[in-house]
């Protein structure tokens, strides 16, 4: 089917979806993995999620033997550049590289001329989740096509999705069609979330004793997820769910929330094995030294979003200052646990800087109208609590910004690993675009690009155990690539759908340069400008259809 009518299906799919919802009937328990999604789709607002469809004119391959000739390499283990060399990939493994030779355009199969542009290893988003039910409160859940696609189109060829919160199966579901290449979609790791997020009160308490975590984390392996991503929990059930993911190989990853954090900080999840921390919730409060509990306003409520975050944001300048023996002693225990930090800065941007968040260039042609709904003030939307955001708010966030950097830079210097990752959905945060966005940050950071590079890559194959198949560009690797005609190492805005404004000093007119030529998955080329059309298109119908919906 052509991009014009799978975006025309859509459109009357959308037209005709308000008409046909119904009263919910009341939810049977849901399995372990689906308790917050079945909770939005027994309220009846929304259809179930689709399905991404099959992969189309977007994709090609993979090839009996694909060149990649002429190309400028950056391998993602810290060297440098290294070129002109040409790829030999036969089927999804890349099987030779070496220097580029003229009859390299000659080869058998498929060839691809860089023409002195340069090769990337695919890209690694390690926090993401596809979709999220806090688009259903802004009139539809998010389409899964539209998130691959822009995925792919930035270069992302692996994601961990930390919470499977569009529902466990379905995710997996996903995880599955990618992998046998049936859809355009990067290479999912699945973690479920513990508790679950959005469950009812009771399916909460169900989960509140230490063998009852263990069940549960059980019954998500049984059903195929490759980890949990913890939200807060009480230590003992907390524990006994570690143990037990621990026991069964499954990788876990923690947010810190400040409902259990007095209990339960970074240094002690890393204790027990945690894989990785995400954000930086339950940091700062480890590196306390003059108070136990964050101080918080007296009339402080963290069921108000503003609350919430206005006060996150003043947590760090709470904590140890740099250089101090509080801060060095935290970092050196985190490195000899070999724990990983997953910062995504990306995510909180907004906070130091709402307006420049809520104009991005891309939000007119890429961002879907439920989720440009989502992102404005409401009480009732996770992430949207821009509700009377002052200059004072921002001032804060941006020192807040200044410590947490210093931090993950420090833990970096230290041999501590750091990956890459954009929590995309929330906060006028789109995907793809917001995954640039963190390369940008990790630089603000003090990264040198090639450690950006490195954390965006080899980092987040390490963090997922699949580093021998994935993460650097090596003889034996699957073929995971990113082609782009110019250096992002100068620049990581050549990596964003919209490309970097330049003036052409001949002309004298502004340009649009840079954007993935291609993605390359497992050996399967995917077309980054055509995913983009694809997004557009996807983005347009979606508008149209709810305009013609719209009473008049």
């Known amino acids: ?26 939810a049977p328990a849901a399995e372990p993995g689906e308790e917050g999604i079945s909770r939005v789709l027994a309220s009846g607002k929304v259809d179930p999620p689709r399905v991404a469809p099959p992969r189309g004119d977007e994709a090609r391959g993979p090839f009996p033997r694909l060149t990649v000739a002429n190309a400028m390499l950056v391998d993602g283990t810290g060297a440098p550049p290294n070129g002109p060399v040409t790829l030999t990939i036969e089927h999804d493994t ?88 049936e859809i355009s979609a990067p290479r999912l790791r699945v973690h479920a979330m513990f508790p679950p997020e959005t469950a009812t009160a009771e399916a ?64 002690d999840s890393a204790r027990l094995g945690l894989d990785s921390m995400e954000h930086w919730y339950g940091l ?56 990983t930090l ?21 939000h007119e042609a890429y961002t879907m109208p439920y989720m440009a709904r989502a992102f404005e003030p409401d009480p009732e939307i996770h992430g949207s609590y821009f509700f009377d955001w002052t200059t004072a708010h921002e001032v804060a966030w941006k020192r807040n910004y200044r ?35 963190e390369l940008e940050l990790l630089q603000e950071a003090g990264f040198h690009p090639l450690e950006v590079l490195q954390a965006a890559t080899l980092n987040g194959a390490e963090l997922m155990g699949i580093d021998d198949l994935t993460g650097s560009v090596e003889v034996g690797k699957r073929a995971d690539l990113v082609i782009v005609d110019e250096n992002p190492l100068a620049n990581f805005k050549l990596l964003y759908g919209t490309g970097h ?13 840079g954007g993935v030529r291609y993605t390359v998955r497992d050996g399967i080329v995917f077309d980054a400008p055509a995913l983009l059309a694809d997004v557009r298109e996807l983005v347009a119908a979606r508008k149209a259809a709810e305009a013609q919906a719209a009473p008049r």
């Open 403 to 437: 410590r947490w950097m210093h931090f993950v830079n420090d833990y970096k210097n230290a041999g501590g690993r750091v990956v890459a990752g954009s929590d995309a959905g929330f906060i006028y945060k789109v995907y793809g675009f917001a995954y640039i966005r």
């Open 1 to 26: 089917m052509s991009r014009r009518h799978r975006a025309l299906a859509l459109a009357l799919g959308i037209a005709l979806a308000p008409s046909l919802a119904a009263a919910a009937p009341a």
């Open 204 to 267: 909460a308490e169900a989960l509140a004793t230490a063998e009852a975590a263990r069940s549960w984390v059980r019954a998500v392996h049984e059903r195929g997820a490759d980890g949990v991503k913890f939200r807060g929990a009480r230590p003992g059930p907390f524990a006994a769910a570690m143990d037990e993911a621990k026991r069964l190989d499954m990788k876990t990853s923690y947010h810190h929330a400040q409902l259990s954090v007095v209990q339960t900080n970074v240094l």
């Open 284 to 339: 700062p409060e480890a590196m306390f030294e003059d108070r136990v509990i964050q101080d918080y306003p007296l009339d402080y409520n963290y069921g108000d979003e503003q609350d919430r975050f206005g006060e996150a944001g003043r947590l760090w300048l709470q904590a140890a200052a740099p250089g101090s023996d509080t801060w060095r002693r935290t970092i050196d225990e985190l490195v000899g646990l070999d724990f």
């Open 94 to 181: 890349i099987t030779r590289i070496a220097r580029s030779r003229p009859e390299d355009l000659e080869a058998d199969g498929e060839v691809i001329d860089v023409a002195g542009g340069y090769v990337l290893p695919g890209l690694i988003d390690a926090h993401v989740h596809l979709g999220t039910p806090s688009h259903a409160a802004a009139g539809a859940l998010t389409d899964p096509e539209y998130v691959l696609k822009l995925w792919l189109a930035h270069g992302v060829t692996t994601v961990r999705d930390v919470g499977a919160v569009m529902g466990l199966g379905w995710t997996l579901e996903h995880r599955a069609l990618a992998a046998a290449g």
């Open 342 to 362: 997953s910062p995504t800065f990306t995510i909180y941007e907004a906070s130091r800087d709402v307006m420049r968040a809520r104009n991005a260039d891309w």
């Open 501 to 513: 404004r330049r003036l052409n000093r001949t002309t004298g007119e502004m340009e649009r340069v």
